[in-house]
């Protein structure tokens, strides 16, 4: 059954692109309710305006606690419909203890990196200076830790031939793009149970 999904992001929305894309072209059964995002000039915003999609923006100055702005969030996850969260470079770190309750097993993120090596926000670039020959993709379920979530998906991604730090990102970005739609329309099939750290798909 189509799943309906809202998505997060902070900046660019290539991932977020990409997922639109596939819903377009068949490959991934899903609807987008809408894109929210912290950043009111995020080139994201643009994307969702481009495809019909509502747009929320919430920002974190406009709350006094962390807490008040995820219980915003998650109030307007419920008035779209949304049944799966889909973290698309979204930069901020969901600690709403209401918003991670509701939707246990329903909130997702992407890491260009094969957690857990090179967790937080420069991963790509951690992983070209460390030296490492193979990195990747990773999407995982979304909890109170940080980039720790049970991991549903991953994708390595041959990276010795890459020259600088940029050059590793290009090449796993593309991964993240057919490996974010593939997990995305997974959920249009089935669910995640999880039993400590390990999560096991079960088809509908
Ligand atoms: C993506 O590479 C995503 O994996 C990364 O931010 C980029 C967002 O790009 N996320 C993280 O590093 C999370 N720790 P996009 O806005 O073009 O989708």
Redesign the pocket.
């Known amino acids: 059954m189509t799943v309906q999904v809202a998505v997060l992001?902070?900046?660019?929305?290539?991932?977020?692109?990409?997922i639109a894309d596939a819903i377009g072209a068949g490959r991934c059964d899903a609807e987008i309710k809408v894109l929210i995002t912290n950043n009111p000039d995020a080139?994201?915003i643009q994307i969702a305006r481009d495809g019909g999609i509502p747009v929320e923006i919430v920002e974190r100055k406009k709350f006094k606690a962390r807490d008040d702005m995820d219980d915003a969030i998650l109030a307007i996850l419920q008035r779209h419909g949304a049944k799966l969260v889909v973290?698309?470079?979204?930069?901020l770190i969901l600690k709403g203890k209401k918003l991670l309750g509701a939707y246990r097993n329903r909130i997702i993120?992407?890491?260009?990196a094969l957690l857990p090596a090179f967790?937080?926000?420069?991963?790509?670039k951690d992983a070209f200076d460390y030296g490492v020959k193979v990195s990747g993709?990773t999407i995982h379920l979304v909890d109170e830790t940080l980039?720790a979530g049970p991991i549903l998906y991953q994708e390595a991604v041959d990276i010795s031939d890459c020259r600088s730090a940029e050059e590793t990102?290009a090449k796993?970005?593309k991964v993240?793009h057919s490996a974010y739609a593939k997990v995305v329309d997974s959920f249009s099939k089935g669910h995640y149970t999880v039993e400590g750290r390990r999560a096991t798909y079960v088809r509908d």
């Open positions: 992001a902070s900046g660019r929305g290539s991932n977020f692109k990409a080139p994201a973290l698309a470079g979204y930069m993120n992407i890491h260009p967790p937080g926000a420069t991963a790509q993709v980039d990102a796993i970005l993240e």
